[in-house]
């Protein structure tokens, strides 16, 4: 028995590790391998750092340590690890005292530490199962969720020449989406958003800093325009020196949001809207990582904004009708509507009337109403709410008739017009304005989706189920494809009947979390739950939810293949065991199959055969479950089983052949009982073989056992008819066989 001395703890004499070579021992909850190599004894955690196998069973030559599951290669001496997916194995200080091994078992590393240490190798090397056991570490020891997101900002920014892209827009998305989630769920969203830079990042050329100028007399102002002038000509270097130079001057972030959504908007809906998207992106990162890290986040984005496509080079805003002269000829009236409005800004109550026209078919009117909103006094950020909010509508109203790609198109607008809102929020501007115009000539692009329009689903006078059903159901509901429109009422019908919105929200977060990462489909539930916080207590709040939960479920389920990573390591974080041990378990093997098979096929036909088949197998898994017997392999018409009764396993075998008589059809049965080996889903061993060939000696319609089953069930009052011993093919010896009569 192990005793303690503080953080010592005894835990095998001398004498036992040096006579077995490697030894494992338990101690305080931890199970440890003892090596005794030279006159020195090691201590290592005996479950390895990849994916728990249990290091006793490793090979170790030349002072090497090497894992037999994955191969994975440890120096004995330190536990370093010579693949870093693995991650270094725990080793422990060792002291001999007296004849005995004592171990010290205190904390040697500050487990934050280690753990954000391992989140940038994984992020490094895009391996993530080492980013999901490193965040889960981490948030499981205390650390502020805001630390893995820092590091995998600093990490996106730095390693993609091209800058900010869709990676570090799902870490933003996946950070904004947090609080909403159920706690269980944070780690995974993290690991999601991290894995996204780690994917982004991966192969690409890094990124360098860009110095800011010798001096900085030069006014916020005359950066800003600098600013705007190089992006125009696409010069993303000088551009970033302007940047870089207005933060070390001390622009401040209000500044600094306005001078690039500015330029973003200088040109039409930039990059299908994911320009200004990612500035907002970044923006809201900072707000999380804190401004110290602006230089190297605003930089970012800048050679996205002097390299987007602009939509006046596109046709569809240029033909058949001049979309880009419209937003034009509205933008010089800008400031004189925002100077007419003035007096009466914030009392505005034109949303509905312009709602209809930005629904609408005419894209002059749609200029116009949105400078009539400003003349009536509407703010920017009046006029983003109801551009984001007709965006939604979009989504809402999508009809599944069109084709799939275009989901994508109506998620640009929306997550455009989100981001011009939520930016207009941050610094509200008439250059940022123009966004709102942009979005709305987007809406009116995207008219045709909602020809014929979906259903919106709104209050009725049917009962309505109980909450917590109607919200469970929602994730069995997204299990199966394309139920967009049955997940767009599930939602209505639960907001309506008066859920709880915040639920709700967690259920669709965590819904989304299960599947593989889709950038849009995050895009899409991050913009509505902004959305809905800021449409709360109205009726058009339910519709941004119908919104996201529709566009989710259109896109579910995928394999979850990326869950399954995360899977693992919370398996492992949780000390369970991945690996399954082959176990020798003493079982009754049946094995049992129909009697000419193929000439009773090529009798009745192909698609009657099947029926057969079918049939047959369902009488076979009824009787395996009615007497507990555990179904191996079902190929063709054999069927393989184990029983852990060996009397239950004749009267099964008993029950099938006379049940499937009715069918036309007559098996034959073997049992032979013995220890197998059952590993997962497979059971091998000699005793299967035995089976198989005990029933290749039995007669149509007849159950034929061993001897050994016969003794088996002494006293079980079944009766058996001797006959006689058998030579079974490839098996030695002689073997009586027995019939079991019907
Ligand atoms: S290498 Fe040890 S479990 Fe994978």
């Known amino acids: 028995m192990s005793t303690s001395t503080e953080a010592l703890v005894r835990v095998a004499s001398v004498a036992e590790v040096r006579a077995a070579g490697r030894l494992v021992a338990q101690a305080d909850g931890h199970v440890l391998v003892l090596f005794a190599v030279g006159d020195r004894i090691h201590a290592l955690d005996n479950r390895c750092p990849h994916m728990g196998f249990p290091l006793h069973?490793?090979?170790?030559?030349?002072?090497?340590?090497?894992?037999?599951?994955?191969?994975?290669?440890?120096?004995?001496?330190?536990?370093?690890?010579?693949?870093?997916?693995?991650?270094?194995?725990?080793?422990?200080?060792?002291?001999?005292?007296?004849?005995?091994?004592?171990?010290?078992?205190?904390?040697?590393?500050?487990?934050?530490?280690?753990?954000?240490?391992?989140?940038?190798?994984?992020?490094?090397?895009?391996?993530?199962?080492?980013?999901?056991?490193?965040?889960?570490?981490?948030?499981?020891?205390g650390e502020d969720p805001s630390e893995p997101f820092r590091i995998g900002l600093d990490f996106g920014v730095w390693h993609r020449r091209d800058g900010w892209g869709r990676g570090l827009t799902i870490l933003g998305c996946v950070r904004n989406l947090l609080p909403r989630l159920n706690p269980e769920d944070r780690p995974r969203a993290l690991y999601h958003g991290l894995s996204a830079v780690a994917e982004d990042c991966a192969g690409q050329p890094p990124r360098f800093a860009v110095r800011p100028l010798p001096t900085l007399a030069v006014t916020p102002a005359m950066l800003r325009q600098w600013y705007r002038q190089f992006i125009e000509v696409r010069d993303a270097e000088g551009a970033e020196r302007c940047v870089v130079s207005a933060i070390r001057a001390g622009t401040d972030p209000q500044q600094l949001a306005d001078m690039l959504f500015a330029a973003g908007t200088d040109h039409r809906y930039l990059d299908i809207g994911h320009t200004l998207d990612f500035t907002n992106k970044a923006l809201e990162a900072l707000d999380v990582a804190g401004w110290t890290s602006a230089e190297p986040v605003l930089t970012s984005v800048v050679r996205g904004c002097a390299t987007a496509d602009r939509m006046e080079e596109s046709n569809s805003w240029r033909h058949p009708v001049d979309l880009v002269g419209i937003l034009e000829n509205a933008f010089e009236k800008l400031p004189a509507a925002l100077d007419a409005g003035h007096a009466q800004r914030g009392g505005w109550a034109g949303r509905d009337i312009l709602l209809d026209t930005l629904l609408g078919e005419d894209p002059q009117a749609i200029a116009q109403g949105l400078l009539d909103a400003l003349r009536e006094g509407a703010t920017e950020e009046d006029l983003g709410g109801?551009?984001?909010?007709?965006?939604?509508?979009?989504?809402?109203?999508?009809?599944?008739?069109n084709e799939f790609s275009d989901w994508d198109t109506a998620l640009h607008t929306f997550t455009f017009a989100n981001a011009v809102h939520q930016g207009l929020r941050r610094a509200p501007s008439a250059e940022l304005l123009r966004g709102v115009f942009d979005a709305a000539i987007s809406v009116y692009l995207d008219r045709f989706l909602n020809v014929p329009p979906a259903h919106l689903p709104e209050p009725d006078d049917e009962p309505i189920e109980e909450l917590d059903a109607l919200l469970a159901a929602l994730p069995r509901l997204l299990d199966r494809q394309q139920q967009v429109n049955e997940a767009g009422s599930?939602?209505?019908?639960?907001?309506?009947?008066?859920?709880?919105?915040?639920?709700?929200m967690a259920t669709l977060g965590g819904t989304l979390l299960r599947e593989d990462r889709n950038f849009h489909t995050i895009q899409a539930i991050e913009a509505a739950f902004h959305q809905f916080n800021l449409l709360r207590g109205t009726p058009e709040s339910s519709h941004v939810l119908v919104a996201a939960a529709r566009y989710l479920a259109a896109h579910a389920p995928t394999m979850r293949a990326e869950g399954q990573t995360y899977q693992i390591a919370h398996r492992l974080h949780r000390g369970e065991r991945l690996y399954a041990e082959p176990e020798r378990v003493l079982a009754t093997v049946l094995f049992i199959d129909v009697v000419g098979s193929t000439a009773r096929a090529a009798e009745v036909g192909d698609q009657r055969w099947a029926e057969l088949l079918r049939s047959y197998r369902a009488v076979v898994r009824a009787e395996l479950a009615r007497y507990q017997g555990r179904e191996i392999e079902a190929a063709g018409d054999a069927v393989l089983a184990i029983f852990d009764g060996t009397a239950r396993a004749i009267r099964c075998a008993r029950a099938i052949t006379n049940g499937v008589r009715r069918l036309g059809i007559e098996t034959r049965a073997g049992l032979h009982a013995g220890e197998v080996e059952v590993e997962g889903d497979r059971v091998s061993g000699i005793v299967v073989h035995i089976a198989a060939r005990v029933m290749a000696q039995a007669k149509p319609g007849t159950v034929c056992v061993t001897s050994t089953v016969k003794d088996l069930v002494a006293g079980s009052a079944i009766v058996f008819d001797d006959w006689g011993v058998h030579m079974l093919k490839g098996v030695p010896g002689e073997w009586r066989l027995f019939a079991v009569p019907g």
């Open 57 to 141: 069973r490793g090979t170790l030559q030349d002072g090497i340590l090497t894992c037999h599951w994955h191969h994975a290669r440890f120096d004995l001496e330190s536990g370093g690890t010579f693949d870093r997916w693995a991650d270094d194995v725990r080793t422990f200080p060792v002291q001999i005292r007296d004849g005995e091994v004592w171990v010290d078992l205190a904390p040697r590393v500050d487990p934050r530490a280690h753990q954000r240490e391992r989140l940038r190798e994984g992020l490094e090397y895009e391996i993530p199962l080492v980013i999901a056991k490193a965040v889960i570490g981490s948030l499981d020891a």
């Open 386 to 401: 109801t551009l984001a909010y007709a965006a939604a509508l979009r989504i809402a109203r999508f009809h599944t008739s």
């Open 490 to 504: 599930l939602v209505a019908r639960y907001l309506n009947g008066g859920g709880d919105p915040e639920r709700l």
